[in-house]
C-alpha cells in the first residue's frame, strides 16, 4: 500500500515539469515580469517562472501541495486552486479578499492544502484584478498510484490551455472602463498554449503555432482547459472526433463529438485518436457569445501534425470554427454532459433540499458623475440585485476573528422582487451596493436556480463556486417555474462541475451539500463582470466536530 506522502511541486522554468516521488521538496512559483512577443507587439507581462501560460501542477489524489508564492512585481497578487476542493482549508484557496488578503510586493506565502478524493484537470490562476489574463496554468491531478482510469489508457496525454491576449496592459485595459463606465476593449487574439496561430492581423511577420505530433493508430488525452478572461470558446479539430471522458476534474459517461463548448474556467478531458491519413489537421479555438454584444472574432489555431509528414508542408485539412452564436451546436454539447455514476465514481446528488435559493444574475445601471463617456452612468452587475462591494480585510479572516463591520450576513435567498426576468427590462435598472453573504449550516443540502436576467441584454454567466462541486440537475430557457421544471430534473446521473454556464435567457439549477466550513466565493467567471459587481459568498458554519470545523489560519497569512 502506497504511503501518504507529501508533494512539494517543481515550480521551475523548465519545458517540461517533472513529478517528484520525494516527501518534502521545497520549490517556488516567483511571480516576475517577462517580456514576449505576440501579434508583432512587444510587452513586459506578469509571469509565473516566466513562463506563458505557466507550469504546469502536478501531483496526485490525496497528495498534500506546498507551494511558496514569491511576488516580485509591483502588483499584489494572490493564486486561486481552481476547483480544488479546499476541505476545511480555505486559507489556501487564493482569492484576494475573500480568503485572504494579497501578497504584497516583495512578500511571500506558502498555500498548503491536500487533494482529497479528487484526480483530473483542473487550472491555477491569479485571483485578483486582471492579472490571470497572464497568469495561470494547468493543474494535473493522478490517480492513486495503481488506480486505472476508467477508459482506456492513451499513449501519451497533453495540457492543452485556451487564452486570450491583449496587445495593451490588461490592467490598463479595465482601467479606463472603470473611469468611463462603459464595457472595456475585446482581446486581441486567442491563444493555444500561448500562440494565436493564423491570425488576421496588421502584422507582417509569421505567427506562432502550436503543434501537437502524432502518431498514426495512437491515442492523446488533451487536457483541456480555458484560462480567457472574458469568452466561453468552441475547440475543434479537423477530420477528427473527440471522445469526452471528464469534466472539471470528475469523470462523465465517454461521448463523441465534433465541437466542444468550454467556459473560463472549465476543464475538458478529451480522447484523440490518430486515426486519418497522413498530414497536418488544423486545431480551432473560437468564441461563443449568443448575445449581441461585441466579442474578439479571431479564432486561434494550432495543427495535429501526423508522423511522416513534412514539416514545411502547408495545414492539408482545415476547418471551419462554429459561428458565434451557434447555440444548438454548445447546447447539444452540454446537453450530452452525464456522470459517469459507477459503482467506483458515483453521482452523489442531494435528493432532498434544506436551503432553496433563487439567484438572479445580470447586469444593471447605476449613476457614476463623473463616468463622461457613460453620460454620468456606469454599468454594473449583480446578484440578486446586490452589487458586491470588495472589502479591505478578507470576509474568511473576518469570520474566524469574528470582526465586526466587515460584512453582513443579510444577503437575499430571492430578488427582492419578481418581474419578467427575460422579457421587458423593469423600469429601475439601479442595484444596491453591499458586502453580503448567505450564511449555510454545515452539511445543509441547498438548491440554487441561477437565472439569466435581460436587464441590459441576456448573456450566458460562466458561474464558480469555490471550495465545492455541485451537479448539475436542470437547465431551461426563459423565466424558471418552480412548479413544472423540478419536475424533469435529473437526479441520477447529472454532470458534477465547479462552474457553470447560465444560458443566455435562461436559467441552470444546481445542487450541493455545505460540508465545507469557512467562506466560499462564488461569481462570474467573466472578468468584466466580476470586476462589475457579479459576486457573492456563502458562510458555511462549522459543524458539532473537530474535524468538521474550519482549521486556524498560517502564520505567514498575508496582512492586508
Sequence with gaps: MEASCVRVLILVACLFPVLVESTVRHYKFNVVMRNTTRLCSTKP????????????????????????????????VSIHWHGVRQLRTGWADGPAYITQCPIQPGQSYVYNFTITGQRGTLLWHAHILWLRATVHGAIVILPKRGVPYPFPKPNKEVVVILAEWWKSDTEAVINEALKSGLAPNVSDAHTINGQPGLVSSNCSSPQGEFKLNVENGKSYMLRIINAALNEELFFKIAGHKLTVVEVDATYVKPFKTDTIVIAPGQTTNVILTADQSSGKYMVAASPFMDAPIAVDNNTATATVHYAGTLASSATTFATHAPPKNATPVANNFIDSLRSLNSKKYPAKVPLTVDRSLFFTVGLGINPCPTCKAGNGSRVVASINNVTFVMPTTALLQAHFFKTKGVFTTDFPGNPPSAFNYTGTPPANLQTSNGTKVYRLPYNATVQLVLQDTGIISPENHPLHLHGFNFFAVGKGVGNYNPKKDPKKFNLVDPVERNTISVPSGGWVAIRFLADNPGVWFMHCHLEVHTTWGLKMAFLVDNGKNPNESLLPPPKDLPKC
Design 45 to 76: 507581462i506578469v509571469t509565473v517562472n516566466g513562463r506563458f501560460p505557466g507550469p504546469t501542477l502536478y501531483a496526485r489524489e490525496d497528495d498534500t501541495v506546498l507551494v511558496k508564492v514569491v511576488n516580485h512585481v509591483k502588483y499584489n
